[in-house]
């Protein structure tokens, strides 16, 4: 196009001012980001992103603040980038925090760029990946710094359940920031380089008294095992942002499409003998349900979300003949697989999040029952057991429960009871199905026997025996209907993959109703 | 200065005494072979062409292993299989269905 010779070209002109904005805090900034051993922005959304399908929003947006001297420190972006692309071939939505521009600090157009997108990746029906890197609150901008945090929040919710919402922790995000991953489906943090808190240690010393380190309140290892707030920690940035790949290619990209499909692996095979040896008969004897987990599904390839927190349940991702499914087992090394305050909430929140998102549950049923103890009672165990009721009963995706070795009382009921709506339940052969342990239940029933009895013991013996032998079998619960098939560990993934099969385009209705209320 | 001289002699004997063990033991060695050794045999080529045939998988395996290794493609520790994702969504097909979304200002 001709232009006036007196002013600049538009093109040099638009390459210039781009290439300036694209610098975000400039060299000096990427220096402090390396130095801290973190990446850039921009390095982030290239480690995430397929090379070259990014498209960025708003990269001439900067601050209108004037007050407190923000005339004089705009950063072109205003401290985030946000655009889309894609993360193996699907289309996801971006923003990504530069701290090295106002700290990542959030002010009125910093919070007006992450709303922009958030409300096109809901009209587009796409994943959201939020990189936080963030000093929190832009102080200089007052309430419309906290106005812009609301507006976040109040996307996250609206788009929670329609899209995968995933937040990356990759430096500080303290304050209210924090609220925004606490609302979206999975928070990832990178050891030794994410912080998280509501308040920092400088207020809890002069609040309570305490001393505590950033890293002991907020590190990622706090987060990923004593919190559960964080839902994977990674050991640095690049293996974060392949986990997050990873994950992704699991899931759909909103809640109408169907998660997307691999091809089906040579191993393992339908009728694998490796499972006979991984579950001993012996309800007392511990392994780990990963071992049974990784001999069913496609390759061994598991992604197991919350590993380091509440232990006692496995939660987690895999595929069934290249299918996306979710995964649940009681996980027997790790206080013998009971269910208490956390391992409920960890598991409600599963199921929510695959009912949501179309992933058929599958249950790997070992459960003793809840963890008894005042510590539980006082903590609400009832509230916190009765979410996993709740949310089980709510999903009416495929849901297909094997009861491995015992299913005892009202954890038999969340995990595996058919009045619950499980679609399919299968059993081991050795599987035991009882209101309590043979023990327990002998001591109740036959209290009298054993009491009048010359030799208790003996008799407590007998009585356990006699009920473990009704009991300890799944036949009973077979007879009653109440479990559909019995098999061989063996034959564990063929069946599971005709129980899939069998229900994949299940319908289920529920009364229509603008929502329950889950016992939060 | 006066334990100088001793301290070199000793250096030297040191030294002189281990290269001195070293080339004995390297003649023994040299004289084993020569009597007792039966030295290096030639390689049966009827053998090899067999053990590669038979061996045709690992050496495919060999070959993909040394492929990945220098051209970095091999499977990372997190492992992503690729996936297809249905070309028709139900999202798209329901989209004018539903209200808009009104977005909110200020």
């Known amino acids: ?520 | 200065m006066d334990a100088f001289i001793p301290a070199i002699l000793l250096t030297i004997i040191g030294m002189g005494v281990v290269f001195g063990s070293l080339i004995v033991l390297m003649a023994v060695i040299l004289l084993l072979e020569k009597f007792v050794g039966s030295g290096p045999q030639e390689a049966d080529p009827g053998a090899v062409e067999q053990e590669a045939a038979t061996k045709g998988d690992d050496m495919e395996l060999v070959l993909a292993a040394a492929a990945g290794y220098f051209l970095e493609t091999e499977r990372p520790e997190v492992y992503v299989p690729p996936v297809r994702r249905g070309a028709d969504s139900l999202w798209a097909r329901t989209a004018r269905q539903g209200h808009p979304i009104q977005r909110r200002r200020p």
Request: glycine fraction near 10%; charge should be negative; hydrophobic fraction near 40%.
């Open chain 1, 1 to 520: 196009m001709p232009h006036d010779s007196e002013r600049p070209d538009p093109i040099d002109e638009l390459k210039a001012l781009t290439s300036r904005a694209q610098a975000l805090g400039g060299e000096a900034s990427e220096e402090r980001q390396h130095k801290q051993g973190k990446l850039t922005a921009r390095e982030r959304i290239d480690l995430l992103l397929d090379p070259g399908s990014f498209s960025e929003l708003n990269l001439f947006v900067e601050s209108r603040a004037t007050d407190f001297g923000m005339d004089a420190r705009r950063s072109p972006g205003d401290g985030v980038i946000t655009g889309s692309g894609y993360v193996n071939g699907q289309l996801v939505f971006v923003a990504s925090q530069d701290f090295g521009a106002l700290g990542g600090s959030l002010g009125e157009m910093h919070a007006e760029k992450i709303v922009k997108m958030q409300e096109l990746a809901m009209k587009a029906g796409a994943p959201i990946v939020t990189i936080l890197d963030s000093g929190g609150a832009r102080i200089h901008e007052g309430v419309l710094a906290l106005h812009g945090y609301a507006q976040i929040f109040h996307n996250n919710t609206q788009a929670s359940g329609v899209i995968p919402q995933i937040s990356i922790i990759v430096g500080p995000c303290a304050g209210g920031a924090v609220y925004s991953p606490a609302i979206t489906d999975f928070v990832f943090m990178v050891d030794g380089l994410s912080k998280m808190f509501i308040t920092g240690p400088e207020v809890i010393k002069a609040v309570t008294g305490e001393d505590v380190t950033v890293e002991e309140l907020g590190g990622g290892a706090v987060h990923s095992s004593t919190s559960g707030n964080a839902h994977f920690l990674a050991k640095d940035e690049r293996e974060c942002f392949a986990m997050v790949k990873k994950l992704l290619s699991f899931l759909p990209s909103n809640n109408l499409d169907d998660p997307p499909l691999a091809e089906t692996p040579e191993w393992p095979p339908d009728e694998n003998p490796e499972l006979d040896g991984v579950v001993p008969a012996e309800a007392t004897n511990p392994y780990d349900v990963r071992d049974l987990i990784t001999n069913v599904f496609d390759d061994g390839d598991f992604l197991e979300v919350h590993a380091d927190f509440a232990k006692n349940i496995v939660v987690g991702f895999a595929r069934l003949k290249g299918r996306p499914v979710g995964v649940v087992g009681n996980q027997p090394t790790h206080l013998a697989g009971v269910l208490d305050i956390d391992s409920s909430d960890k598991l409600a929140r599963f199921v929510r999040f695959c009912d949501a998102f179309n992933l058929p549950l599958i249950n790997f049923v070992d459960v003793p029952g809840y963890l008894p103890g005042t510590q539980q009672e006082y903590g609400g165990v009832i509230r916190h057991g009765a979410k996993v009721l709740f949310a089980y009963s709510e999903a009416n995706v495929p849901k297909v429960a094997l009861i491995v070795r015992k299913s005892y009382g009202g954890a038999y009921i969340a995990m595996s009871g058919f009045g619950l709506g499980y679609d399919r339940v299968l059993a081991y052969p050795f599987a035991e199905i009882a209101v309590m342990g043979p023990e327990g239940a002998a001591n109740i029933i036959f209290r009298r026997e054993i009491g009048e009895a010359e030799d208790p013991d003996k008799v407590r013996e007998e009585k356990i025996d006699e009920y473990r032998t009704l009991f300890a079998k799944p036949y009973t619960a077979a007879k009653y209907g109440l479990v559909d098939v019995i098999i061989e560990p063996r034959q564990t993934r063929g069946a599971l993959i005709r129980a899939l099969e069998m229900t994949a385009h299940k319908r289920e209705d529920r009364p229509r109703k603008k929502h329950g209320n889950i016992p939060l």
